[in-house]
């Protein structure tokens, strides 16, 4: 490609001296204290995002979706019916478990 | 790289960087902003910074992409442009040591990267193309071109007659 004594390359390597003993850097401590900033600043950022993305996750959640139904209350009030004799009587049954008992204060006799 | 390492790495390349990226951007206090800035975001990645064993390449690479990051912002706002160009309080080289600078601030930025890492940093074309991300051909053609460019703006014959030879 070019010689090592290629006018261009001393050309270069000259206006590149001339940079760099004029150039002022700062110290070390300089760079990593900014660094560190710049560090505390990134992660502040990221907390910070991954709160809110929680946040709203967890409203939009709320809001959404569905939660337990609350306990309907009767349209209104039931009135208790009147007793009538049909109530006192046990309900038909095809195969009684039990005989009946022929008790005198609560079934006529048979005729 | 510990924070030893990172503090020793600083001190051998930042003055060699520093240098490199005035050459290529054509403006000290720029080049200057740009290799700090570049430094502080090492900083952040120094645990995996020497993990491909270029830590200097990282650095000149976002260097570089930092100057052409404000080149394009200066672009919208002219105002900026005026107030960055004109530093108030950093001597730039004095006119006799800019003949080449302001000869590579007349070729485009990528001809001029590519002329000064090949020139400066003792780049193989290869190694630019690594860098630059720019294929090899494209490397060869900036540096052909870009060789002879400054050959006439320079009025050299000693560069006009090597430049057929890159």
Known sequence: MSEPNDPLRSLFREAADRGQTQAGLPPFAQIAERGRRSQRRRRAVVTLAACLVLGAGGAAAVTLLPGDPAPVPPANTPSRPAPSPMDTAPPPSSTPTNPPTHNASTSPPPR | ?166
């Open chain 2, 1 to 166: 790289m510990t924070v030893e390492e990172f503090e020793k790495f600083y001190a051998q390349t930042v003055t060699r960087l520093t240098g490199q990226l005035y050459v290529m951007l054509g403006d000290l206090h720029e080049a200057q902003d740009v290799v700090q800035e570049a430094f502080v975001r090492a900083w952040r990645h120094r645990r995996r910074l020497d993990r491909d064993g270029q830590p200097e390449a990282w650095i000149r690479t976002t260097a570089w992409r930092l100057a052409v990051s404000r080149w394009r912002s200066r672009r919208r706002t002219t105002e900026a442009w005026q107030r960055s160009s004109a530093p108030p309080d950093t001597e730039g080289p004095g006119p006799e040591a800019v003949v080449l600078v302001d000869a590579l601030r007349t070729l485009p930025a990528q001809q001029r990267r590519t002329m000064t890492l090949h020139y400066l940093c003792d780049l193989s074309v290869e190694q630019i193309a690594g860098e630059t991300g720019l294929s090899s051909g494209t490397v060869k053609t900036h540096l052909f071109r870009g060789r002879a460019a400054l050959a006439s703006r320079l009025k050299d014959p000693r560069i006009e007659e090597e430049a057929f030879d890159v």
